[in-house]
Structure formats: structure tokens, C-alpha cells
């Protein structure tokens, strides 16, 4: 008999995409998003080391030593870029699921948004209690959303490095 290894982490888990994304929805009171904008809030919340790469505007700054404190062996510490275009299946399924479960719209997710549904509010306040243990990503997901434009320049494709933002409109 062989020997078999079992190995298992988050950024393959569909299901575990589902779970990051609806912090990222509760985290704010912003309902709407672009796929790529959730894209990439959930590979920070799913690498919130990588946070101190990412140029943040100078009312954000403190945050990097928050997260460079963060620690441990098991994290990818390799290509950004790559992995976070790894995950571009697994976050897609994560999103057909919230959306085939009415928690976001199906409609509004075939144009390339995210948006939440009145049914996906109810659900995601049940599931709250969940995302308590560790607030300082939700806080900075949320200051992020409300201090850094999506698009263009210094916005958060350019700031993280992990989209092109030279052939953003506006």
C-alpha cells in the first residue's frame, strides 16, 4: 500500500471562498461590487500578509505593520500574480453557488457585478457570528472600500498589482 497525503488549503476550497466573500459583503455597507474588485478583496482576506505589498494611500499606512506581524509557516510566500489568477476558478464557482442560493443576484452576476440580494442580507447576518474571531481584515476591507477607487490610477487594481488598470474608463 502506498503512502497517500492529504493536503488541504483555503484557496482551493469553493466552499471557503463562499464563507470569504460574504465577510467581504458584511464587512461593508457597499451591496454592489465589481467581480474583479471581489476578487481581490478575497485574495487579501485569504493572504492578509500580502497586505503590507500593497500601496496604500497615507490615511491607511498603519495597517501595513498590523498585518507584517501576521505569521505563519503554512502561507504562500511566492508569486502574487499567479496565485491570485489561480484562484479565479474557485472564486467563480464560489459565486455561481451564492448565486444559484439567491444570495446574490444572477442577473446583476452575469453582467460582471456582485450584488447582494435581500435574501443573501438575511443569511449572511445569521452567519456574522462566524466572521468575529479575527475583525481586523473586516476593518480593513472596509476602510480600503471606502478610501481606494477600484479603477485607475492609484486605485486598487493598480495599488495591489494584481490587475491591469491601464485600460480602465474614467
Known sequence: MGLSLLS????????HAVFRIMRILLSTDEKE???D???????????????????????MVSW??????LSNKYWYDGDRVLVFNQLISVQNSALTMMSGADWISQTKLTDGVVCVSEFGLQEFE?????????????????EIIEA???????????????????????
Open 64 to 69: 501595513r505593520s498590523r498585518f507584517k506581524k
Open 33 to 35: 461590487f465589481e467581480v
Open 8 to 15: 488541504y488549503h483555503p484557496a482551493s476550497d469553493p466552499f
Open 126 to 142: 445569521q452567519m456574522r457570528r462566524f466572521f468575529d474571531e479575527e475583525p481586523n481584515i473586516d476593518q480593513f476591507i472596509n
Open 148 to 170: 481606494v477607487p477600484f479603477s485607475g490610477k492609484n486605485g486598487l487594481k493598480d495599488r495591489t498589482g494584481l490587475l491591469s488598470y491601464k485600460y480602465d474608463v474614467g
Open 37 to 59: 474588485e471581489i476578487r481581490i478583496l478575497d485574495f487579501l482576506t485569504l493572504f492578509p500578509q500580502s497586505i503590507p505589498h500593497v500601496r496604500l494611500p497615507a490615511s
